[in-house]
Nanobody, 121 residues
Framework: QVQLVESGGGLVQPGGSLRLSCAAS????????MGWYRQAPGKQRELVAV???????NYADSVKGRFTISRDNAKNTVYLQMNSLKPEDTAVYYC???????????????WGQGTQVTVSS
């Protein structure tokens, strides 16, 4: 079993910053990719940012230059530093991890429980 624990969401004013964290624990052999998705009310879940094992990163156009994704491999933790937040960034943010539980197992994708980010004055 794999558990993902997210933290760092909350209420912030426009222009403010937040840092999200997601720690993976349990049966982990290797992690291929870690990322963040978000879902606003009435909208589909969308990719925000992803970081792959070789540290390659990819961002949604809407957050480029404002958000930074990073990972601590020793802690199996991924971070999302969000700066210059806008009201349209308001959503539930979900952690996503692509990993192998053992050397012989296939890759599996796990989701965190979600953390609310609200940008409002």
């Amino acid at each position: 079993q794999v558990q993902l624990v997210e933290s760092g969401g909350g209420l912030v004013q426009p222009g403010g910053s937040l840092r999200l964290s997601c720690a993976a624990s349990g049966s982990i052999w290797s992690i291929n990719a870690m990322g963040w998705y978000r879902q606003a009310p009435g909208k589909q879940r969308e990719l925000v940012a992803v970081i792959i094992v070789d540290t390659t990163t990819n961002y949604a156009d809407s957050v480029k230059g404002r958000f930074t994704i990073s990972r601590d491999n020793a802690k199996n933790t991924v971070y999302l530093q969000m700066n210059s937040l806008k009201p349209e960034d308001t959503a539930v943010y979900y952690c996503n991890v692509d990993l192998r539980s053992a050397w012989y197992s296939n890759r599996s994708v796990y989701w965190g429980q979600g953390t609310q980010v609200t940008v409002s004055s």
